[in-house]
């Protein structure tokens, strides 16, 4: 097993390019803004509204993967079994947990990082520590994080947003919801931390998906993850294609709504929720449409309904 950081990881020869830029910043302030972004919520993101927002960039802009980190050493393949195709009297295929980092371009030309794939279940500080490590490498100066949260909002309404950050500069225009709580982590966590803890400005948002809808696909709450890492990092990213798909499945899920007179009454509930918060905080300057904020207690029950929702359909043998 692969003890050191950098052993994790293999930087490939597409890096170069970046490698060469940052060998050439004589000053910090020479650097010229990097942004990496990374959505390796795995479990903790209800509804794959960040890897699939993730995917998104991916399907719509070029893009060439510059580094490889060896999946094979932290992934769980028992908690997470990989997919195999049988046919007829073989195994022909085998889906193995990829994590990659891939440089891509916005749709002004502008060059950014995306580290996609599997969370590690192992070696989590020797990850971050490898990640950390590329992101001096690479003259990266921002690291933004894409995550989803379980929630009791309704799908009836715009999608918000919890923002978080090693600095308050970062996220200032954002409200602070809650106070202090204590949840389960994630690599992204401890990755946004432990940048902090360097210097490295780190930041994320974690879209409220409605909690009826989190074992679903939501593309509604990638839509927002991907409007509001624009708006925090000056990016310009595709969204047409999601904004279609979120449509479509809106009205797909008004149908079953609407054949189930108990599903009509819980969504009425959260509406009225909703609605009564908004027009409480009318007149605040808030980034985005603002919707119902659960109390810590509230939040944290949700985060433990889902993880053992992903229990049941993950079990640990």
Do not use: C
């Amino acid at each position: 097993m692969a003890q050191r950081p950098e052993e994790l990881v293999e930087l490939l020869p597409e890096a170069e390019p970046f490698l060469a830029r940052e060998a050439a910043v004589g000053e910090p302030a020479e650097r010229a803004g990097l942004v990496l972004m990374h959505d390796l919520a795995g479990d903790f993101d209800a509804a794959h509204a960040g890897a699939l927002a993730g995917a998104h960039l991916l399907a719509a802009l070029p893009h060439e993967v510059i580094a490889r980190f060896d999946a094979d050493s932290l992934v769980d393949y028992r908690a997470h079994r990989p997919r195999m195709t049988f046919s007829g009297d073989r195994y022909e295929n085998f889906a193995a947990p990829e994590i990659a980092l891939y440089a891509l371009e916005d749709d002004g030309g502008v060059p950014f990082l995306l580290l996609h794939g599997a969370e590690p279940d192992y070696a989590w500080e020797r990850f971050v520590a490898a990640v950390s490590q590329l992101v001096e490498r690479l003259g990266v100066t921002s690291v933004v994080s894409m995550q989803a949260i379980p929630m009791p909002v309704p799908h009836t309404r715009p999608v918000t947003v919890t923002a978080h950050a090693t600095r308050r500069q970062l996220i200032e225009p954002y409200p602070v919801y809650w106070g202090e709580m204590r949840i389960p982590g994630s690599v992204s966590a401890l990755l946004e931390m432990r940048l902090g803890e360097a210097g490295v400005d780190a930041f994320g948002v974690a879209a409220h998906v409605p909690h009826y809808l989190a074992q679903a696909t939501y593309p509604a709450a990638s839509l927002t993850l991907l409007e509001h890492v624009e708006r925090l990092t000056g990016l310009h990213l595709p969204t047409e294609t999601l904004l279609e798909a979120a449509q479509a499945h809106r009205t797909e899920i008004d149908e079953q709504i609407a054949r189930s007179s108990e599903n009509i009454a819980v969504v009425a509930a959260l509406e009225q929720q909703y609605d009564n918060f908004t027009a409480a905080r009318e007149g605040t300057d808030l980034l985005g449409s603002s919707g119902e904020v659960p109390s810590a207690e509230e939040i944290g029950a949700e985060f433990e309904r889902f993880l053992a929702d992903q229990d049941r359909k993950h079990p640990r043998d």
